[in-house]
């Protein structure tokens, strides 16, 4: 076990390294923007004189490392600065449009994931009949659709032609659980469909991969029945790619809903993101940039240590 | 009690056929087989003999691209190629067991041993699963296996490969099944844990009056596990006979040769003359793998045209010391000297010529060649890398090497590995050695995946290379008979260090280290009653002591 705690901490200092390039690289890029962030605050009639004490009060002038650790300790802490489009603080705009994306996010998974496994499992276990071959199919029309696509085609089939859903997922923060789950369900669905097909096809690609392997033999040999060899026998042997799949897909449910937000009006960061790129609102987009990638180091994170935790051999070392 | 010995299996006419190219293949061509209650059958022939193929159609299983084609196998008075799958999958387990060659592979790393070993039982609802488990601890305990209140609730990877081994028998016996197949139970395991193995299987197998096929490609197993041989090659039957009258009359032409095969030995040479430098001296060499000691302070010369064999079971730094000799490895102390100089440790310090002088030759031909390059490239990298050979010189030398290695040019010249044999890519293995035109070639267990007949042929050609070019040779292995025939001295390893050296006669004569003398006397003769007064003779605690020596040794 000690073992796999000096792993999980080696890979989490590994975690944190990455985001500090990472945010270098966001601060960097927003950097080398064209344009004067003080001259984009005043607008074109400012004189330079008002120009010049706004650079000096948001400390401008200063050299960009300066300027970049003091936005670091600030992020660290939880402070992104002040937005320019709104002079709200970045953080407090960001903090409900982050829970909406993550409320979102999970409810796609709940869908999502238990949905792909079983999917994944059967496909294993009944392969080259009719269902895997026409599952094989979907997900292959529903991998190479682009999301939005897929989620205009649900408005048209679940809102518009039967109204069961609402197309547009307005949510705020007053509203009851229930509401809630009714609102968002279509881009949920949406979402949905784009991850079950990867993280199904990983399932059944890694348990077939292992049936030929003697263990699953032997326990063919034993007169295991099928379903069992497949859930008892090959199943936890298949689950390292397995976790990594979903891992991967989850932080793609946070980090990839832009579209989908977009295309239901849904109060999440990536809409937030969206109106902030537009209006060159360069604190916002750092933060959410910022955001999404440490969801994203964050669940390569969790698939690694879950990996190492489905593994026998580091688990009970001899 | 007299034992039922009524017939329990009988195969009549089986037909099996592959699908290879888009086609099925008749690979097994109507096999009869009859085994009768408590009798033990051995299948013997080499690889390709289609002697596994035979074994799972005994339980009316066949793997994915092979197919029952014609004849019955009847099964107690049920004939399984009719049978549905749920009957069939009824007889699996309960009353037919199957103990697979690699029990390291075939145990599911993801469970624990007794939750394997109680699946058959709970499955077939003959015992709950406390009975189980306390039946899979009296079977451990039979099997000698050490702690066998506690193994069973180790991983796989937590138990050695012969304590494995013995639990995979005890898996089968766990239903008390009327039949066992055993598939090259002992294969891969070193001499001294093959015994232990097989005095539990005998036993197990008298005292519980189970049938078994034992099928194994080694004559000296089969005659100490069976009652009669059956000889197969190429999905035929050669012939069948009590064991005894098989080993002292065999009829067949074939099946003389295969016992012919412990016939090669050639003449030992005599040492050099003490005080002329050595090839190769290895001193005083240490060696880890992170922190991990393997090796400790080894110490052995090989002399010009002499063949060294290094012989010790798996883990006991053979390998590890020919990393240290090639640099891959470089040794934590100790040096290694050629002709008297020292080399530097790494190879990436030592100059073309030190590297041409010391080739290696892999166990594993298959994966020690690029499937991609044909063998005309295999052979002529070594040629344009350390002679700088090109275009019809480099054409030229290959061929010359091709026909050292007895495989004409003309027809192999253009071939890939895939399309070679398992002994021709062993031979080609031996050519892209000889390319580089070394005067040390390290041998590590070329022999050990191959056939006996195709191995001669190999240690023939390495014999007659050395006296050619005056060659030297490491010869690692852990089969003592190899030893025997090719070795002009003898170094015994264990647990990294050199227990005994010294030249083959004195080594074989006794007395010898007691390591030494464990591992001769463990190599399987022919002689049926071999296992029998060996046990005897050591008593039968003894192998439980050293059953449990090499558990602590792993």
Redesign the interface.
């Known amino acids: 076990m000690q073992g796999v705690i000096a792993l999980v901490g080696k890979r989490l200092l590994l975690g944190l390294g990455t985001l500090l390039v990472v945010s270098i690289i966001i601060f960097g890029a927003v950097e080398l923007l064209p344009g004067d962030l003080a001259q984009q605050i005043l607008g074109q009639s400012a004189t330079e004189e008002t120009v010049a004490n706004l650079r000096e009060e948001l400390g401008l002038n200063d050299p960009s490392y300066i300027r970049y650790f003091q936005w670091l300790g600030g992020a660290v802490q939880g402070d992104f600065g002040i937005s320019l489009a709104n002079k709200r603080s970045v953080a407090e705009q960001l903090a409900p449009r982050f829970a909406n994306t993550l409320f979102l996010a999970g409810y796609a998974a709940l869908i999502a994931v238990p949905l792909a496994i079983i999917l994944g499992v059967l496909a294993a276990l009944l392969r080259n009949s009719v269902f895997d071959r026409v599952s094989n199919a979907l997900s292959l029309v529903s991998i190479s659709s682009p999301e939005f696509f897929l989620g205009y085609i649900l408005i048209v089939l679940l809102a518009v032609q039967n109204p069961v859903f609402p197309a547009i997922s307005n949510v705020n923060p007053d509203m009851g659980l229930w509401e809630r789950l009714n609102r968002t369900t279509l881009p949920a669905l949406t979402m949905a469909l784009v991850v079950t097909a990867y993280m199904m096809r990983m399932t059944r690609a890694a348990i077939i991969n292992l049936l030929a392997s003697p263990y699953i033999e032997m326990a063919r040999l034993k007169g295991v029945p099928n379903g069992r060899v497949i859930t008892r026998h090959a199943l936890p042997n298949a689950l390292a790619p397995i976790i990594n799949v979903v891992a991967l897909n989850l932080a793609y449910l946070i980090t990839g809903v832009v579209l989908v937000e977009v295309v239901f009006v849904y109060p999440g960061v990536g809409q937030l993101l969206v109106d902030s790129v537009t209006k060159r609102d360069f604190p916002v987009v750092q933060a959410c940039c910022l955001i999404f990638a440490a969801t994203f180091i964050l669940f390569n994170l969790l698939a690694d240590v879950g990996a190492i935790l489905s593994n026998p051999r580091l688990r009970h070392p001899k | 009690m007299p034992k039922d010995q009524s017939v329990l299996l009988e195969i009549r006419d089986l037909r099996i056929e592959g699908y290879s190219d888009e086609q099925w293949i008749e690979i097994i061509h109507g096999i009869d087989l009859t085994l009768h209650r408590g009798e033990v059958v051995g299948l013997i022939g080499e690889s390709g003999a289609g002697k596994s193929t035979i074994g799972?159609a005994a339980?009316g299983?066949t793997?994915?691209g092979c197919r029952i084609s014609d004849g019955t196998v009847e099964f107690d008075g049920m004939d399984l190629t009719s049978a549905t799958q749920s009957e069939r999958?009824?007889?699996?387990?309960?009353r037919i067991?199957?103990v697979?060659q690699?029990a390291a592979?075939?145990?599911?790393?993801?469970?624990k041993l007794i939750d394997q070993h109680t699946?058959?039982p709970l499955?077939?609802k003959l015992m709950t699963k406390a009975e189980s488990q306390a039946d899979a601890v009296e079977l451990y305990r039979r099997l000698r296996l050490p702690n066998p209140e506690d193994i069973g609730f180790?991983?796989p990877?937590?138990v050695s490969g012969g304590q494995l081994q013995r639990a995979m028998t005890a898996?089968a016996m766990s239903c008390r099944p009327d039949l066992i197949i055993f598939d090259e139970p002992t294969t891969a395991l070193d001499v001294t844990t093959q015994i232990e193995v097989l005095a539990a299987i005998r036993d197990i197998v008298e005292q519980f009056n189970t049938a078994a096929l034992y099928i194994t490609h080694d004559l000296a197993v089969v005659a100490q596990m069976c009652d009669r041989i059956k000889v197969f090659l190429k999905g035929d039957e050669v012939e069948e006979a009590a064991t005894r009258e098989m080993l002292e009359h065999p009829k067949e032409e074939y099946t003389k040769s295969l016992w012919a095969v412990r016939s090669f030995q050639r003449e030992q040479k005599p040492r050099p003359p003490e005080g002329s430098t050595p090839l190769v001296s290895i001193r005083n060499i240490s060696a880890a793998y992170g922190d991990v000691k393997v090796l400790n302070d080894v110490s052995f010369d090989i002399h010009p045209g002499m063949t060294v064999a290094v012989v010790g079971e798996s883990g006991s730094g053979k390998s590890t010391t020919a990393r240290c000799i090639t640099g891959l490895l470089p040794p934590t102390e100790g040096e290694i000297m050629f002709n008297g100089t020292a080399l530097p440790p790494r190879y990436q310090d030592r100059t073309k010529d030190q590297l041409r002088q010391a080739q290696m030759i892999y166990q594993m031909a298959d994966t020690a060649l690029n499937p991609k390059k044909t063998i005309g490239e295999i052979i002529g990298r070594p040629l344009q890398f350390y002679a700088g050979l090109r275009g019809a010189d480099l054409k030229k030398r290959v061929d010359e090497l091709l026909d050292q290695i007895e495989l004409e040019p003309s027809k192999y010249y253009h071939r890939l590995p895939s399309e070679l044999s398992g002994g021709q890519k062993q031979r080609v293995g031996i050519a892209r050695s000889l390319a580089a035109e070394p005067s040390f070639i390290i041998c590590d267990e070329v022999t050990s995946a191959l056939d006996q007949l195709v191995a001669e042929g190999i240690l023939r050609l390495l014999d007659r290379l050395q006296k050619d070019l005056g060659l030297a040779y490491m010869f690692i292995t852990h089969d003592l008979a190899t030893v025997r025939s090719i070795a002009d001295e003898v170094v015994v390893m264990k647990e990294g260090k050199v227990v005994e050296a010294g030249p083959k006669d004195v080594m074989f004569r006794p007395p010898h280290h007691p390591y030494t003398d464990l591992l001769l006397s463990s190599v399987p003769e022919m002689d049926p009653d071999w296992l029998t007064n060996l046990l005897n003779e050591r008593g039968v605690d003894n192998v439980g002591e050293a059953a449990a020596a090499s558990s602590g040794g792993n």
């Open positions: 799972l339980m299983f793997r994915d999958r009824a007889l699996r387990g309960k067991a199957y697979a690699s592979a075939s145990f599911n790393p993801a469970h699946e058959a499955l077939h180790r991983y990877h937590q898996m």
